[in-house]
């Protein structure tokens, strides 16, 4: 018996956690594929340390419970019930009297489960809370150090520590005393019984034989019902887990792709802003009636004081946001008529923000294509003026080039950007220039990569060098959201407008 029991247990250990790490697997999944499906305007909103608590800490609670409940339900739902009827069969009106504690056990445990859903609730807010601290202090580490606020840093950590340390002694609180609370009522149950089966066997109505059977089984049974009032806790705790992690899984995106979308045919003419209005957020237009086109082959630069929209102009186009007024054509297609695969598949789109992968540099110039050659992507380094430095480093291509690109230099960033951006070789580039100066080699080496990307392809590009500007076909001047005027870089010039004001205060930094 005992070798089965040690086989069955194996078994058993082994399945409950397969079941449970299964589970949480494939809801883990779910939700990060969720994500990846969302609009732009959740992951601006949302706090990443947040959704890596629920990731993980919150997937973590879940597979707790998975792995204990279900086997308390059988084993100890089964006892129960057995337990249960030999009572009523050896004497059915003490059996009553044990019963009517039931519910006052099943009140209680409903309150603990409330509390301790409440605390677990406060307990994963400040976990995440951790996380962002941690994280954010970690990646600016070089601020943290300058500004000298390494004791401010710890006094804050200390400070959020402890208030996790609080909230999870109130849980251990209810927690132990779940427990003795339990026992307690079942002492007093245990109480009546004995008082009165011990008079009825004194009296001998009762044989003693089935008054020490009649104790020994309820004392069995408060076991199992003590069972479930401990792992209430867990329980709870994954309620919340679980709840937390299925908001990830049914969040849904807000700008759609339309059922049965066309797909966009090559680019092949024009790209239109009619009349387009936009707002982050109802009250506050950032977006005003902007209107203007770039005709296949052009060069189409924007302009314009920081905070006219520029940045936000080149969302549209990738359609992270939909318009609220007006209409994005391509070729004079709506854009929200047309799937998201050929819409971007035909941007190109280099940010303002260099946003590179903790991976290798071939694999960060090769993410614009699964499956690109070492040869194409060598292409494209060299083409961005980037192969240079990639061969000093001893591993090439394998280079690690650490969080957000930690190891490289600003300018580097900037040319395995643009060499991301050749390898996909899209008709159509938003090029939005880094705002940041680098030193007149860097500078003329990207500037250099830029030039490569730009040829041979329909552009806008959100301007920061005069270079690039005055070999634009046409610029857009924003301001206020709207277009303040556009022309060539003489007849802008000519007007003496705000273009002329802001060309001239860029000539006196040079
Ligand atoms: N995700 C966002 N949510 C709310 N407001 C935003 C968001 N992104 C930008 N804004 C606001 O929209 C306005 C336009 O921003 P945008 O980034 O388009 O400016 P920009 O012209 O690119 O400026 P810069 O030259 O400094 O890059 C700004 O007032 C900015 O504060
Ligand atoms: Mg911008």
Do not use: C
């Not at 409903?110 to 400040?126: H, M, P, Y």
């Not at 990830?248 to 339309?258: A, N, Q």
């Amino acid at each position: 018996m005992y070798f089965l029991k040690a086989a069955l247990s194996y078994v058993h250990d082994f399945m409950t956690a397969y079941i449970g790490n299964a589970i949480v697997r494939r809801l883990r999944d779910e939700a990060y594929s969720n994500i990846h499906s969302l609009s732009m305007d959740f992951y601006t909103a949302v706090d990443s340390a947040r959704v890596i608590a629920r990731l993980t800490n919150d997937g973590q609670l879940v597979q707790n419970a998975l792995t204990k409940i279900p086997v308390m339900i059988v084993r100890d739902g089964l006892t129960v019930i057995g337990l249960t009827g030999f009572l009523f069969y050896l004497h059915w009106k003490f059996a009553l009297i044990a019963f009517a504690l039931l519910p006052v056990s099943g009140v209680l445990i409903a309150r603990f489960g409330k509390s301790l859903r409440k605390t677990s609730r406060l307990g994963q807010a400040k976990m995440s809370d951790l996380y962002t601290l941690i994280q954010e202090t970690i990646v600016g580490a070089p601020v943290v150090k300058a500004f000298q606020r390494e004791d401010y840093e710890r006094d804050r950590f200390r400070r959020e520590n402890a208030t996790y340390f609080g909230i999870y002694m109130k849980n251990a609180r209810v927690e132990s005393l779940s427990s003795p609370v339990m026992e307690m009522v079942g002492a007093v149950g245990m109480g009546v019984i004995l008082w009165f089966g011990g008079k009825d066997v004194v009296n001998h109505v009762w044989t003693t034989g089935a008054f020490f059977a009649f104790i020994g089984s309820a004392l069995s049974l408060y076991q199992p019902v003590k069972n479930f009032s401990r792992s209430n806790a867990t329980l709870q705790q994954a309620f919340s887990g679980a709840e937390r992690i299925f908001q990830l899984v049914d969040e849904r995106p807000t700008v759609k792709e339309k059922v049965g979308a066309a797909q966009l045919p090559p680019f092949s003419r024009t790209i239109e802003f009619d009349n387009i209005s936009f707002a982050y957020r109802p009250d506050r237009p950032v977006l005003q009636e902007v209107g203007f086109h770039v005709n296949r082959g052009e060069v189409v630069a924007l302009v314009g004081p920081s905070g006219s929209g520029k940045t936000t102009l080149s969302s549209l186009l990738m359609r992270f946001y939909d318009v609220q007024g007006g209409a994005v054509r391509i070729d004079g297609h709506d854009i929200r008529d047309v799937s998201f695969h050929s819409l971007r598949g035909q941007i190109g789109l280099v940010t303002q923000e260099t946003l590179l992968f903790n991976d290798t540099i071939r694999a960060n110039i090769g993410y614009a294509r699964a499956g690109a050659t070492d040869q194409e992507i060598m292409a494209a380094a060299q083409a961005a003026n980037a192969w240079e430095f990639i061969q000093d480093k001893p591993q090439g291509l394998d280079t690690m080039i650490g969080e957000r690109g930690l190891l490289l230099s600003g300018g580097q960033k900037q040319r395995l950007a643009i060499a991301r951006a050749i390898l996909k070789n899209p008709p159509i580039l938003v090029l939005d220039e880094a705002t940041s100066s680098l030193d007149a080699q860097s500078e003329r080496l990207v500037q250099e990569a830029v030039e490569r990307l730009m040829k041979n392809r329909t552009v806008i590009v959100i301007a920061h060098r005069l270079a690039t500007v005055k070999n634009a076909h046409r610029i857009v001047v924003m301001e206020h959201g709207r277009v303040a005027e556009s022309g060539t870089h003489a007849e802008l010039l000519a007007a003496n407008g705000i273009y002329r004001h802001l060309y001239e205060l860029q000539i006196l930094e040079k």
